[in-house]
T-cell receptor
Framework: AQKITQTQPGMFVQEKEAVTLDCTYD???????LFWYKQPSSGEMIFLIY??????QNATEGRYSLNFQKARKSANLVISASQLGDSAMYFC????????????????FGTGTRLTIIP | SQTIHQWPATLVQPVGSPLSLECTVE??????LYWYRQAAGRGLQLLFY??????ISSEVPQNLSASRPQDRQFILSSKKLLLSDSGFYLC?????????????FGPGTRLTVL
């Protein structure tokens, strides 16, 4: 089973509108972290936002916020007031905690969503 | 501040040739290091990670290997490249252990095997 699922391969959004990128995850570990990365056409991976499984509030970073619904195992990224520079691939990723993963700091990535902002 | 370097930026190699990609991190000590591969239009696949010098863990069986000869140096190698090795290779580093452990990525190497 996929640990991270991003069901939207591509999205087109009008500039200045808000956009929600979906991400669902699968884990039996009570301790985990969720990350969103942005990958522009240059290829670099840019960290956007983080949500811990025990965090009580949804994470926010500037125009980025994470709609964390733990019971549904979803961690959707919300970008407010989209800009042309937001056009990129967006990846959701998860790190699972627990004793068995101690020292194994790997991230599991979804397949990504290509976001295109239309002027 | 910490920086991560990868070279070369692009590489075109024939099938059967050897490969050596290098990654170095500056401004930190004892980082965790990672090699990822991204096929065209796909997500990232973890290939190797290392928590210390000489300590390499492989995630996917393949004809690639990794080595960490120095604390802040991570090398990805192959003795004989396959067509399927083409892709975008990203090195990343992180510090410490725990759930919140952001990984910082290098600029990547785009490898084309012909």
């Amino acid at each position: 089973a996929q640990k991270i699922t991003q069901t939207q391969p591509g999205m087109f959004v009008q500039e200045k509108e808000a956009v929600t990128l979906d991400c669902t995850y699968d884990t039996s570990d009570p301790s985990y972290g969720l990350f969103w990365y942005k990958q522009p056409s240059s290829g670099e991976m840019i960290f956007l936002i983080y949500q811990g499984s025990y965090d009580q509030q949804n994470a926010t970073e500037g125009r980025y916020s994470l709609n964390f619904q733990k019971a549904r195992k979803s961690a959707n990224l919300v970008i407010s007031a989209s800009q042309l520079g937001d056009s990129a691939m967006y990846f959701c990723a998860m790190r699972e905690g627990g004793v068995s993963n101690f020292g194994n700091e790997k991230l599991t990535f979804g397949t990504g969503t290509r976001l295109t902002i239309i002027p | 501040s910490q920086t991560i370097h990868q070279w070369p930026a692009t590489l075109v190699q024939p099938v059967g040739s050897p490969l050596s990609l290098e990654c170095t991190v500056e401004g930190t000590s004892n980082p965790n290091l990672y090699w990822y591969r991204q096929a065209a239009g796909r997500g990232l696949q973890l290939l190797f990670y290392s928590v210390g010098i000489g300590q390499i863990s492989s995630e996917v069986p393949q004809n690639l290997s990794a080595s960490r000869p120095q604390d802040r140096q991570f090398i990805l190698s192959s003795k004989k490249l396959l067509l399927s090795d083409s892709g975008f290779y990203l090195c990343a580093w992180s510090l410490g252990q725990g759930i919140y452990n952001e990984q910082f990525f290098g600029p990547g190497t785009r490898l084309t095997v012909l």
